[in-house]
């Protein structure tokens, strides 16, 4: 009989051991259920070091949660399809098209021409842009701009209604995150110019259709697949030669960066401003790009709408700075920062996905170990990159806090 129950006892202190070991049962997680439920203000002090499993345990209940209070905000306003901040609101409509994947529904956004122009003018440019592509797949949303200017896709509440949308998107529709495109035409297209290089770490591609530029830079397009379709008879503004110069541009940030800056620039011969659809092949050639969340190398130009983040990079909030410049890079278990003009004070973030974050990490910046340690995993980091944007397939559970200049 004794030699029956003793397996049984080792059975039994095996099966105990796990089950104390899981990520279920460590301190910071069980702390932080029960803060999700009672308290989420205390989880900013979940500051002990964590496992990778754990971080990964906490980025599934920290998503959860906010996916439901995201819900429970703005269900009104999704249902009412139209999005309110400050004094400005945005109005949408979208369709689906084809199958939704088993990851998710594709997203489209699309946004129209008009600008400086009577309310009357910008609806109906609105309800020309409703139909004028039609994805295989996906969900195709064209807003109505908050405004009736000149930049009225290019304003700071742009970025903050499209940011917002896409988290809504995710909870309401179930989009794949990693498969978001931006487009459009005329005023749409400045938009374009404007918007993508500042939120590209939020999109699989871009394509611009007969707009202009502006001061836009197409620095921040390293990681952006972007597409440019231009009219070689849409001179106004000189549209048709600046389009032209990017395209040149972007030519030559390639081939100083072959694994960077993928483009596809067509200029349209005997078309004008209105291009009879050829633009459309754009729709066909995004769809072909997925993002990339942790990208080996990053390029983050400020323009003149500023970011307290772009992928795995950080400012502290409110510190961005126009015309600043980060150029940085992952090798194994190195980030070297290649340039920093006009920033001080720079976060890398970090996750499991990017390098071993149980190993140490070196930073190197002019020439100089600035860093080498092994960072913590922390749920306090997980809870607040997840709050800035409620994205699944891009947040950090590690910061590195540097002061560089």
């Known amino acids: 009989m004794a030699k029956r129950i003793l397996p049984l006892v080792l059975v039994l202190l095996f099966l105990w051991a796990c089950r104390s070991n899981s990520p279920e049962n460590s301190e910071e997680i069980q702390s932080l259920k029960n803060y999700l439920v009672e308290n989420p203000e205390m989880i900013a002090g979940l500051n002990h070091s964590i496992s990778k499993e754990e971080s990964e345990l906490a980025g599934k209940l920290i998503h959860e949660y906010l996916d439901e209070k995201l819900r429970t905000d703005f269900r009104d306003q999704w249902e009412n399809e139209t999005l309110l901040l400050d004094d400005y609101q945005l109005k949408f409509s979208y369709k689906k098209f084809g199958k939704k994947p088993e990851t998710g529904w594709t997203l489209y956004i699309s946004m129209h021409g008009g600008g400086n122009a009577p309310v009357e003018v910008n609806d109906q440019q609105w309800e020309n842009q409703k139909k004028l592509y039609e994805?295989?797949?996906?969900?195709?949303?064209?807003?109505?701009?908050?405004?009736?200017?000149?930049?009225?896709?290019?304003?700071?509440?742009?970025?903050?209604?499209?940011?917002r949308y896409l988290q809504l998107a995710d909870v309401f529709e179930d989009i794949n995150t990693n498969r978001v495109y931006l487009t459009g035409y005329s005023a749409g297209g400045d938009g374009t110019y404007?918007?993508?290089?500042?939120?590209?770490?939020?999109?699989?591609?871009?394509?611009m259709m007969a707009g202009h530029p502006n001061d836009a830079s197409p620095l921040g397009l390293r990681n952006l697949p972007f597409a440019i379709h231009m009219g070689a008879e849409d001179g106004a503004y000189n549209r048709n030669k600046i389009a032209a110069e990017w395209g040149l541009m972007l030519d030559s940030l390639q081939q100083a960066d072959p694994e960077g800056y993928i483009h596809d620039v067509e200029i349209h011969e005997g078309m004008g401003h209105w291009m009879e659809k050829k633009d459309t092949a754009a729709i066909y050639w995004m769809a072909q790009c997925s993002r990339r969340p942790y990208p080996e190398k990053v390029v983050w130009f400020q323009s003149g709408v500023t970011h307290d983040r772009f992928y795995w990079l950080a400012v502290p909030?409110?510190?961005?700075?126009?015309?600043?410049?980060?150029?940085?890079s992952i090798k194994g278990q190195t980030i070297t920062i290649e340039k920093a003009e006009l920033v001080n004070n720079l976060i890398i973030r970090l996750n499991d996905k990017m390098m071993d974050l149980d190993k140490k990490v070196k930073v190197v910046y002019s020439g100089k170990i600035v860093y080498n340690d092994t960072p913590d995993r922390t749920v306090s980091t997980v809870w607040k990159t997840l709050n800035e944007r409620n994205d699944p397939e891009q947040f950090f559970c590690s910061e590195i806090e540097l002061t560089l200049n």
């Open 135 to 163: 994805p295989a797949e996906g969900i195709y949303m064209a807003p109505r701009a908050p405004t009736n200017t000149w930049n009225l896709w290019h304003q700071p509440h742009i970025d903050e209604f499209f940011s």
């Open 317 to 328: 909030a409110g510190k961005g700075k126009k015309d600043s410049e980060i150029k940085a």
């Open 194 to 207: 404007q918007l993508a290089p500042r939120m590209a770490d939020q999109l699989a591609a871009a394509a």
